[in-house]
């Protein structure tokens, strides 16, 4: 069984910052794409940033400059590195991955249980 785990989120102050994990362990043959999405209260689920298995890199417009996204795959972690976070970034945030399962060779994506961010004074 595959599953995915979050760590690292809490209360920051605007301007701070806060550094995301999210381990994926289970039978895993290769972890393709990885990446993370955040839901505000009322808002739709959306992208943040992603990592292909090569270490290229995409940011949504709005944490460009601030957020860093990285990845060790000896360690099957994708890292979220957030700087100068400002309240409109408080969300749950949740990792994916695209992942080829050992026990049948498929390629399924599967998400974190979310962890939450909140920026404020």
């Known amino acids: 069984q595959v599953q995915l785990v979050e760590s690292g989120g809490g209360l920051v102050q605007p301007g701070g910052s806060l550094r995301l994990s999210c381990a994926a362990s289970?039978?895993?043959?290769?972890?393709?794409?990885m990446g993370w999405y955040r839901q505000a209260p009322g808002k739709e689920r959306e992208p943040v940033a992603a990592?292909?298995?090569?270490?290229?890199?995409n940011y949504a417009d709005s944490v460009k400059g601030r957020f860093t996204i990285s990845r060790d795959n000896a360690k099957n972690t994708v890292y979220l590195q957030m700087n100068s976070l400002k309240p409109e970034d408080t969300a749950v945030y949740y990792c994916?991955?695209?992942?080829?399962?050992?026990?049948?060779?498929?390629?399924?994506?599967?998400w974190g249980q979310g962890t939450q961010v909140t920026v404020s004074s």
């Open positions: 990592i292909t298995s090569g270490g290229s890199t």
């Open positions: 994916n991955a695209r992942i080829r399962r050992g026990s049948d060779y498929v390629t399924v994506d599967y």
């Open positions: 289970g039978s895993i043959v290769s972890i393709y794409g």
